[in-house]
């Protein structure tokens, strides 16, 4: 909801329980990677896709707002782009950069 600042202070003291649904977890990563987008955290914002991916491959893969996060990511790297392209590539989002 563009309140990135709240958003990242109160993810640094949650713990995300075991038995948390994995799609809720990977959400979690998928909302916290466009806080740090938001905040010009362009490093904090991929690590947080890639532990998304890590949870929830198929949700992650497949969320329009990753699409965007990925999108602004690689527009913002363009000349290192070898991670955030090959992260765009898994997504099948490279057509669309």
């Known amino acids: 909801m563009g309140e990135s600042i709240p958003a990242l202070n109160r993810a640094r003291?949650?713990?995300?329980?075991?038995?948390?649904?994995?799609?809720?977890?990977?959400h979690h990563y998928i909302d916290l990677s466009r806080a740090y987008l938001l905040r010009g955290n362009r490093r904090s914002a991929f690590d947080a896709l890639v532990t998304a991916k890590s949870?929830?491959?198929?949700?992650?893969?497949?969320?329009?707002?990753?699409?965007?996060?990925?999108?602004?990511?690689?527009r913002a790297e363009?000349?290192?782009?070898?991670?955030?392209?090959?992260?765009?590539?898994?997504?099948g989002i490279t057509d669309r950069l």
């Open 13 to 26: 003291s949650l713990v995300i329980p075991d038995d948390a649904p994995r799609e809720r977890a990977g």
């Open 78 to 91: 363009a000349r290192i782009v070898d991670t955030v392209h090959g992260f765009a590539v898994w997504c």
């Open 55 to 74: 949870i929830a491959p198929s949700q992650t893969r497949y969320n329009p707002m990753v699409y965007e996060t990925v999108r602004a990511l690689a």
